[in-house]
């Protein structure tokens, strides 16, 4: 008590009041520390695109190929100066969309569980197992699609019906392999819908599944959405798998129960240490990636668009 | 705002493809030499080698003039591995890349030191290592080096020197399911079984099922694949090259991978498909795949030895005088490599090398060395 | 003997015996009071929320539930349809009794239960859905077969909103004003056809206009439902209420019910000093 009374009756005798500026120089340190590690990134990005725009334009540039035919050419060889994109941009959709296939139905019923379902205690073993799904190499789950998954689907189809080197392995172990990603982004998206909406459901008379199918999902849409894009992005670009398990030749087929080369997995295979620097070879694979990061670039575009519209939706 | 910023972007994109699409003035490339300067190493004799590259081809002895110093050749001095140091470093064909790391754990356990690196990635590569950016002291490869890496070389004041180490004969295989090749193949046949003008096995022979092809192959910079279109498809194809390598890009169900065990699992998991690879490779693997007869002739030592294999071809190791000389640890590991190979060639699956032929390696050696 | 249903079965069983329940029971068959509730206790973990409340809710009446902040009120209120499930630490001792049957009886489907008694939340909940939606969604769960046009009509009139969306019902339930949304959920309450009515704090978040609006609403729907009311405007319990529950909060702050009489005399005479401090602005 005495204590208090002292402080209440310092006042007087408190220095004068200062309001200079202070320098504190740890605090500019630190804000340029980040402002620098900010700007790196942005100058790797822009040095990633700049090369794959300077190697593009050396393709574009050889009189070898013009765009028309780069687009809508049907042969990927370069040996034989064949480049067009279709069977690599093909097979890069059809895996891409076994992937999400397979992935978004199983990422939203583990989100749906993990957020409208699970105890605490389930959660505290399904959210690490998720964890380290995401964290095992891609060129495990290369293996798997190979070694499990190829051998299953032949089992299944019938070896005659299914090749050795196939799309359908591939899709479905890029599926299995998104499917964390999927799960936590639409785990967000579902946890972040107001607990009150759930409330006006459950007061209505709705079961849990009314509640989470009907109300949560539908009003957490944008969000998932965002993190289909998001998980398409990462199936388009997704190497090691399809490197392993799709296939070594570019072919323009629709059956994914044959093999074929996806982009990724084509500049992984050329890009192996075979090809002359200088080479139109070398110089096409920089054409393949650019053509992936226009496809990704316009998924981040759309997605960041559907993130915006989310956060519209319920207030 | 924000969305104007990102139409502008794409515009940008678009813009920038657009303009890359129109033919620049400039190519890049640079022609392939129509026909091989006049100025060639001996060595390139063997640049064409016949449909049988059979193993005594005397083109593929190196320099006459080293003729008389045959009785030198008790004076290629022994190497003690343990005494050597420093590190080499080697890059190249995929066929020669399981020799030459057998030679290099044989130098290693009788006591070298250093760090030996192999990279396996195509004999194209490996001369372009070696002839372009300099970045290896030896080169290893499953063809002779072409003209044009010999002028790469002598523009970055490198001379190469060829030391022929075995033979390896070209396995073709197929899945042990597969019965109608039994028989084998003729390298007609084979030719056509390669390439676009077949689709399925019955397009090729009627007695043969009416299913597709499917075609593994080592990858288009790869020695392996620059043979097979040499010693298979060029003669099939009025002995042009070009043609040949076409009809093979051009076929349908071709897998290209410069990893032979893509090629190995691909064939063994399809009885409609068909690859081709080093020996080794099928000896490895043996229990899995089959391997035809070509011509009627199985691949096997004796029909190597007795050149009547139609797919048998060189492995060699490149290097040069200078940097021998600076780097004895890479003279010393290809005198090793040379005294002891035939020793290790078996358990690689090759192939030896005739005595003579190398002999003429040593022979070569000692000269770089004496130079 | 009332053959109303509460236990687990297909909606549509429910939903067509509905009309004899009701039938039952506006035939005095089970008992006088829309719920009693006898020794409740609420807990959550460790927590007691809620002490020794027993209370008996008249039907077609308006109950407040009054109290200073923490005092178990809002607890009370939603284990009358068991609302307090999905809050996974909590547990109850104790009986409510809904036409005679424990609704904590272990047969008891809390889904059931809430259908016959639905909540109206503090905070304007409306589904992001349109309008027509929204009052048609709980209705639609419930395996409503009619015909919807006439539902929608019907629960908005009833909440005193048709006037005001029958030109915009494709809208999105959140463009409404807070008052608006208020009365969308009160109408899609309606029109589940439930019993009981039990609103948190429904004014909270209105200005004072809305607030008026809704408790003339009240007023009205009373006449078809009993309704039970949590409030901390007293003035609001004052004017809307029959009756009112005062609770209050002990040391430990366990709520527990001082006083339960009629609204008029809880404000005018409470027989509990306590209850005299509360409503005389004392404390609270």
């Not at chain 3, 008996?56 to 939603?78: E, F, H, V, Y």
Request: some cysteine.
């Amino acid at each position: 008590m005495q204590t208090t009374l002292k402080t209440t009756a310092a006042p007087i005798d408190l220095p004068q009041l200062d309001l200079h500026k202070r320098r504190r120089p740890h605090e500019i340190i630190i804000q340029a520390f980040l402002f620098a590690c900010g700007i790196i990134s942005i100058f790797v990005t822009l040095g990633i695109v700049f090369v794959l725009f300077q190697e593009s334009l050396r393709f574009f540039g050889s009189g070898e190929v013009n765009l028309i035919e780069f687009l809508t050419g049907t042969t990927w060889q370069p040996a034989i100066g064949e480049f067009g994109i279709l069977p690599l941009f093909l097979s890069t959709i059809i895996t891409s969309l076994i992937g999400m296939l397979v992935a978004l139905p199983l990422g939203l019923a583990v989100a749906i569980y993990l957020s409208e379902y699970a105890s605490p205690r389930a959660r505290g073993i399904l959210k690490p197992i998720l964890e380290v799904l995401a964290g095992i190499p891609t060129v495990v789950y290369g293996y798997f699609a190979l070694t499990f998954m190829t051998p299953l689907l032949r089992s299944l189809f019938g070896a005659d019906t299914v090749q050795i080197y196939n799309m359908a392995s591939g899709g479905i172990v890029i599926g299995i392999l998104i499917i964390p990603l999927i799960a936590s982004m639409s785990e967000d998206a579902l946890s972040a819908v107001p607990r009150s909406l759930r409330e006006g459901a459950y007061g209505l008379g709705a079961t849990k599944l009314e509640t989470s199918l009907k109300i949560v999902v539908p009003a957490a849409l944008s969000g998932i959405s965002a993190a289909v894009i998001v998980g398409i992005s990462r199936a388009v670009g997704e190497t090691m798998v399809v490197a392993l398990s799709v296939g070594a030749g570019p072919k323009l087929t629709f059956n994914p129960f044959e093999s074929a080369e996806t982009m990724t997995g084509h500049i992984v295979r050329i890009s192996g240490g075979d090809l002359s620097y200088d080479s139109i070879d070398y110089n096409s694979i920089f054409s393949i990636a650019l053509f992936l990061f226009v496809i990704t670039f316009l998924l981040n575009l759309i997605s960041r668009f559907v993130v915006q519209r989310f956060r519209e939706v319920y207030d | 705002m924000k969305h104007t910023s990102i139409f502008v972007t794409l515009l940008m994109i678009v813009a920038i493809i657009a303009s890359a699409c129109a033919p620049a003035a400039q190519p890049t490339t640079v022609p392939q030499p129509t026909q091989a300067p006049a100025k060639v190493e001996p060595t390139k004799a063997s640049e064409q080698p016949t449909a049988a590259p059979a193993l005594a081809d005397p083109t593929k002895a190196p320099e006459p003039t080293a003729e008389p110093a045959m009785e030198m050749l008790g004076g290629l001095p022994m190497v003690d591995a343990g005494a050597v140091t420093g590190d080499i470093v080697t890059a190249g064909s995929s066929t020669v890349y399981p020799l030459s790391e057998a030679m290099a754990a044989r130098f290693q356990d009788e006591g070298y030191t250093g760090n030996i690196t192999i990279d396996s990635i195509g004999s194209g590569a490996g001369l372009e290592r070696f002839c372009k950016t300099g970045e290896t002291d030896i080169a290893n490869a499953s063809r002779a080096i072409k003209s044009s890496e010999v002028e790469s070389c002598r523009a970055i004041d490198r001379e190469p020197v060829e030391f022929r180490v075995g033979t390896d004969a070209l396995a073709v295989v197929v899945n042990p399911e597969n019965t109608w090749l039994d028989e084998g193949v003729t390298l007609e046949e084979l030719a056509k079984i390669f390439s676009a003008d077949a689709k399925t096995w019955a397009e090729v022979n009627p007695a043969w099922p009416a299913e597709p092809i499917l075609r593994f192959s080592p990858g288009t910079d790869s020695g392996t694949f620059d043979y097979f279109i040499e010693a298979v498809m060029t003669p099939a194809y009025n002995k042009d090259a070009k043609l040949g390598e076409e009809a093979l890009l051009k076929a349908e169900n071709l897998q290209l991978s410069e990893d032979d065990n893509v090629l190995v699992q691909g064939v063994e998991g399809d009885k409609n498909a068909i690859g081709y690879f080093g020996y080794a490779y099928f000896q490895e693997n043996a229990d899995k795949l089959k391997a035809l007869k070509i011509n009627g002739v199985a691949p096997s030592g004796s029909a190597v030895d007795a050149g009547t294999y139609p797919l048998a071809r060189p492995l060699f190791i490149y290097s040069d005088p200078k940097i021998m000389a600076e780097k004895p640890q890479v003279a010393d590991f290809i005198n090793f490599y040379l005294t002891f190979v035939n020793e290790e060639i078996d358990a690689v699956g090759y192939f030896p090398a005739s005595t003579s032929v190398l002999n003429g390696a040593k022979m070569a050696l000692l000269i770089a060395l004496g130079q | 003997m009332s053959t109303f249903e509460l236990s687990a079965q297909p909606r549509e069983q429910t939903m067509m015996r509905e009309t004899e329940a009701v039938a039952a029971v506006a035939a005095g068959a089970a008992g006088t009071f829309a719920i009693e509730a006898t020794d409740v206790n609420i807990f959550y973990g460790q927590f007691r929320a809620v002490k020794d409340v027993s209370l008996q809710i008249q039907k077609n009446k308006i109950t407040a539930l009054i109290g200073p902040s923490g005092c178990g009120k809002s607890t009370m209120l939603r284990a009358f349809n068991r609302m307090n499930d999905l809050v996974s630490t909590a547990r109850i001792a104790g009986e409510v009794l809904f036409h005679g049957r424990n609704l904590y009886a272990r047969e008891v489907d809390p889904v059931e239960v809430r259908r016959k008694i639905g909540m109206v939340f503090q905070k304007p909940n409306p589904f992001p859905k349109s309008i027509y939606e929204n009052v048609l969604w709980g209705a639609k769960i419930n395996g409503f077969k009619g015909k919807a046009d006439d539902l929608v009509e019907q629960s908005l009139r009833q909440a005193a909103l048709w006037d005001e969306v029958k030109d915009k019902l494709k809208q999105s339930g959140l463009s409404l004003s807070g008052g608006q949304q208020q009365r969308l959920c009160i109408a899609r309450t309606i029109a589940t056809r439930p019993e009981i009515i039990l609103m948190d704090e429904p004014c909270s978040a209105l200005d004072p206009i809305a607030t008026l609006k809704i408790e003339d609403l009240m007023r009205e729907l009373v006449e078809k439902y009993t309704i039970i009311i949590v409030t901390h405007n007293m003035q609001q319990a004052a004017r809307v209420s029959d009756y009112t529950a005062f609770f209050n909060m002990e040391q430990d702050r366990a709520g527990y019910l001082v006083e339960y009489d009629d609204t008029k005399k809880i404000f005018t005479n409470p027989k509990d000093q306590r209850t005299e401090d509360y409503v005389t602005g004392r404390f609270g």
